[in-house]
């Protein structure tokens, strides 16, 4: 018997139905069978689904010989089912890699729950994806089971069949089957979530449910969609004949409404000639079923009138809203009209020479090179006043106590950016942000640079794609210090960026915590874990937090984004056969690319492997420092983040699987395999080898992390942050300064002399 039966019925489908099947039977979890459903398409597909029947036992197919739609071609798939599952796919959709087994092993955790509902993704015609702006419900479910009374919030997903699996004698006990007509996944979703009585979360993205430019049949203008009115009056049957769901009568009563009114709403639904009539319907339902004594929402009282009433509201509505947008647009017009007036007000006002203004990652907090020496600023020269730009009060939230702060475009922020002497940031400022004489600029970058940057990137149209570069370098022209941890950075600078700034050969700030945790004991050594002494509080507080025990290597992976694919996340294996393959003793920490924190790129496993101990998922950790800290090792691809790891002077480990496509879309300024840090693997094989066998520590590793952080690490010395400060925020010499044989001749930048530096 297998564990899971996959029930695709198809119709119309013969440009998707290909990598729909191959989602499916490529899944490396096999324990299934596939009932495919021809619903008498008159395309391709029965070729293309007896086709992959004759090369795969798993899949049967089954040619209806009439059409009879997608709640029937379902029923028909069902009584050949045999599995403890059933999974109905539409044959549009894709199944992500990995989900079939993301799915058994928390069914098995659950012990066999009669539902399990997991997460999706919408996969846009165009090339984009969203995950479900209502992920969280799952993320607060993902343990245990539960039922819909226990966790209402439930019902607020998306009804639709194909997010779920469904115990197979649950379903045969209770008789669920699927109606005719549209909006079919209705009365079988409510009824079959009410009547569940162990309900089990997946918190991972396990589908991509297609979203077509054309051909999806609910946004198809028919009459049709009145197909809603009958389907909802047999969820309210279902419920009529169990006394003990009567509880739900309002909540269902008011889901009808908002649904049907949602419909109305779409101008691509109903004939325009048909609209009234689909009011009236509508209306007369939710007189009909209305619970005794029951409130109505107040977006539902339109109900209550007339279709004409609700036409002149929606017509206001419309009103209403063209009325804001012109108000925009014209409080923009004047805003851009008095904007050079106040700022021409604002700059005759002295600047401020005690106030510096900080931001970080496109003003996500004190964080990186900023954040490093805003601390050191408040130590050595507490008159300085730090105020931190944040983009809104999520973020500011995250600031250390007592810490000053503005909203990225409020009146405070431009009062703020006005009369401040001090810039200091990681990435460019608005375009809005004037630079007045006086004023000094520091640029800290986020890194050494591997991949093309800046004015580099005109060659390389996919990885500027929505990057205006021209608008990048205007930006830049107002940059008077780059702060470089290396010679290279400041060839890479000066070429990338052609602005007349000058290369503080400072140091990286954000790693001055590296070195001293370097120094403060014997980093790297082999076969045990990291010193506590080098390890740093946080990288400790990092592992306890986490609970890793203080015995375990912890392996970090930290793989960067691709341009070649939209949205930038590539799986280039499976984390949990890799974490699988350290075995005892090992624990796996990722980190993501900050840029995917936020996106679907999590929701594909990787949340639901750290709920279950599988690995430790960094990602939102917000400073990389700590988890760098608490690393043995740092697997890593092309990220800059091994530069910066370096300086631990513990092994890494270079995977570049797919360094020739990665350099062709982005660019590299050099051959990483040819001058790694450490050992390098060109396929998952080798990499796993590298890490069991335990060459990833070996002499040869050592020689190359050698060379390499003496390359890269150059400037680093644990004071870099100090030397902002007292160089280019105080005017001050820097006592004890980093030698630097050979160093070019600086230049000089807004009254500073940088030769001091050197």
């Keep these: 018997m297998p564990r899971f039966s996959v029930i695709i019925p198809c119709f119309k489908v013969q440009g998707y139905l290909r990598e729909c099947l191959d989602s499916v039977l490529d899944q490396s979890y096999r324990d299934i069978e596939v009932i495919a459903v021809d619903d008498c398409s008159p395309d391709g597909c029965g070729a293309i689904l007896d086709e992959y029947a004759a090369r795969d036992e798993r899949m049967r197919v089954l040619h209806l010989p009439e059409n009879v739609g997608l709640g029937r071609a379902r029923n028909a798939g069902m009584p050949h089912a045999a ?26 955790e659950a012990a066999d729950p009669d539902v399990l509902v997991f997460d999706y993704a919408r996969a846009y015609w165009w090339g984009g994806t969203r995950r479900n702006v209502l992920a969280r419900i799952l993320a607060d479910a993902a343990s245990g089971t539960f039922t819909a009374v226990e966790r209402p919030e439930l019902l607020d997903l998306l009804m639709v069949v194909w997010n779920k699996v469904y115990r197979r004698d649950f379903v045969e006990r209770e008789g669920f089957a699927f109606p005719p007509g549209y909006y079919e996944d209705t009365p079988w979703t409510f009824p ?31 009459r049709k969609h009145f197909d809603v009115h009958g389907q909802y009056e047999r969820v309210f049957a279902f419920v009529d004949a169990r006394p003990e769901l009567a509880r739900w ?20 639904r109903l004939p325009p000639g048909d609209r009234a009539e689909f009011f009236r319907r509508t209306a007369e339902l939710f007189r009909a079923h209305r619970p005794e004594g029951a409130a109505v929402p107040g977006e539902l009282r339109v109900l209550d009138g007339s ?33 050079p007036v106040r700022s021409a007000v604002r700059a005759r006002l002295p600047l401020d020479p005690d ?56 009146a405070a922020y431009r009062r703020t950016t006005e009369r401040a002497t001090y810039f200091v940031n990681n990435v460019n400022w608005p375009g809005a942000l004037r630079k007045r004489p006086g004023t000094v600029h520091i640029h800290t970058h986020q890194g050494t640079p591997l991949k093309y940057m800046g004015a580099d990137l005109l060659d390389k149209p996919g990885a500027r794609f929505g990057v205006d570069v021209p608008q990048m370098l205007r930006r830049a022209d107002r940059w008077d210090h780059s702060l470089v941890a290396n010679r290279h950075s400041e060839l890479v600078w000066e070429r990338a960026y052609p602005c007349h700034f000058a290369s503080a050969r400072t140091g990286s700030p954000r790693n001055d915590v590296l070195v001293r945790a370097r120094e403060a004991g014997t980093a790297g050594t082999a076969g045990t874990s990291v010193p506590a002494g080098a390890m740093g509080t946080a990288g400790a507080e ?31 294996f499976d984390p949990a056969r890799l974490a699988a393959d350290l075995g005892a003793g090992h624990t796996l920490v990722v980190r993501l690319h900050p840029s995917l924190a936020t996106g679907p790129a999590r929701g594909l496993g ?31 691809d092309y990220s800059a983040l091994m530069f910066d790891y370096a300086n631990l002077d513990r092994p890494i480990v270079v995977h570049a699987d797919d360094r020739d496509a990665y350099a062709a879309s982005r660019g590299l300024y050099f051959d990483i395999t040819a001058e790694p840090p450490g050992q390098v693997a060109h396929s998952y094989r080798e990499l ?22 003496a390359r890269f690490c150059e400037f680093d010395d644990g004071r870099a942050a100090e030397r902002v400060v007292r160089t280019l925020l105080l005017g001050e010499e820097m006592p004890g300064a980093v030698a630097l044989p050979d160093a070019r001749s600086a230049r000089t930048a807004a009254g500073h002399d940088l030769s001091a530096l050197s």
């Design 83 to 108: 599995g403890d599952y059933l999974f109905f796919l539409d044959s549009d959709d894709t199944l992500t890699p990995g989900a079939l087994r993301a799915m058994a092993d928390r069914l098995a």
């Design 192 to 222: 079959v979530l009410l009547s569940a009585g162990r309900i089990a979360a997946l918190d991972r993205i396990c589908l991509e449910y297609r979203q077509r430019r054309q051909g999806n049949i609910l946004s198809t203008t028919s």
């Design 249 to 268: 009568r309002p909540f269902l009563h008011a889901k009808m409404g908002e649904h049907c009114l949602d419909i109305l709403s779409k101008p691509d």
């Design 307 to 339: 279709y004409a009433a609700y036409a002149a509201r929606c017509r206001a509505e419309r009103v209403g809203r063209a009325l804001a947008r012109r108000a925009v647009r014209a409080g923009a017009v004047a805003a851009g009209r008095l904007g």
């Design 355 to 410: 106030l510096a203004v900080y931001s970080a990652f496109s003003h996500r907090g004190a964080l990186g090179d900023p954040g490093a020496v805003y601390l050191e600023a408040r130590r050595i020269a507490p008159h300085l006043r730090g105020v931190w730009v944040v983009k809104d009060e999520e973020a500011a939230a995250e600031l250390p106590p007592g810490t000053e702060y503005v909203l990225l475009g409020s």
């Design 542 to 572: 990092f592992r306890s937090r986490h609970g890793i025990p203080a015995e375990n290597t912890v392996v970090l992976y930290a793989p960067t984004r691709r341009d070649y694919r939209r949205g930038g996340h590539v799986d280039r």
């Design 606 to 636: 990787l949340a639901e492997l750290h709920r279950r101990g599988v690995l430790v998922d960094a990602t939102g950790t917000p400073r990389v420092e700590e988890v760098m800290l608490a690393a043995d090792v740092l697997v890593t």
């Design 688 to 709: 796993a080898w590298l890490l069991t066998s335990g060459a990833w520590r070996d002499e040869e590793a050592a020689r190359l992390r050698t060379a390499f952080r």
